[in-house]
């Protein structure tokens, strides 16, 4: 099926943000007084919104968890959102994408104040209409909650897009709004999660979800 309209996740689906996320939450835990060497234990905390993640992960309470984020987004300005990596192939997937005459938007619930810098850092602001995320304060952190504002903003109908992402929430989010998902597998998500929500279309490779989005084009 063609879809007209393709929402991106940032993290995990568009670049790996590994080093630059772990290395913050690192950051912002020992700020806490919690020490984590293992980097890979902090995985977990790509994609899912920041705040809850130290909650569900950590146990900190609301105001433990939002003064993490605080110190997170100080290493974060500093270095750490530029210490990730585009997907091999992702460029020409998105230039293919356009050239087909798909509008492309990202839709990440990293806050849209850096999301956006990241987007430009990368150059790939030339293939996407705009990009979206969620508030420093919080808002739109949910997914649901983002993809129904960029469906009004952009006065999209819900059934002519396509959210594409790495995580349970992607797909749960587009589903709460309408929208068509499709889960990635070389993301963070593992296969188990993903193939639990019953996506609508699951890519293992990013060469698969080329083949599958440019098979109509416009």
Same mark, same amino acid.
């Given at each position: 099926?063609?879809?007209?309209? !393709? &929402?991106? %996740? /940032? ?15 690192? +950051? #912002? ?63 020409? !997937? &998105?230039? %293919? /994408? ?15 104040? +850096? #999301? ?84 609508? +279309? ?17």
């Amino acid at each position: 099926m063609r879809h007209k309209v !393709l &929402l991106f %996740d /940032l993290d995990g689906t568009l670049t790996d943000p590994r080093d630059g996320i772990t290395r913050c939450v690192q +950051y #912002a835990l020992s700020c806490q007084g919690v020490h984590v060497d293992d980097l890979g234990r902090l995985e977990c905390f790509i994609g899912p919104p920041l705040k809850q993640s130290f909650i569900d992960f950590y146990g900190f309470d609301a105001e433990q968890a939002q003064a993490a984020v605080d110190d997170y987004r100080v290493r974060f300005g500093r270095t750490g959102m530029f210490e990730n990596v585009l997907y091999d192939g992702i460029v020409d !997937l &998105l230039a %293919d /994408l356009k050239s087909s005459g798909r509008q492309l938007f990202v839709a990440t619930s990293k806050p849209w104040f +850096y #999301a956006r810098q990241i987007v430009q850092h990368f150059e790939l602001d030339r293939y996407f209409c705009s990009v979206y995320g969620s508030e420093l304060d919080g808002m739109r952190t949910e997914k649901h909650a983002l993809i129904a504002h960029i469906l009004r903003e952009e006065g999209i109908d819900p059934s002519d897009a396509l959210m594409i992402g790495d995580r349970s929430f992607d797909l749960i989010g587009a589903r709460h709004n309408g929208v068509a998902n499709a889960a990635v597998g070389y993301g963070y998500g593992s296969r188990e999660e993903l193939v639990a929500e019953a996506p609508d +279309y699951y890519f293992p490779t990013l060469a698969d979800m080329q083949q599958t989005l440019l098979a109509c084009r416009a």
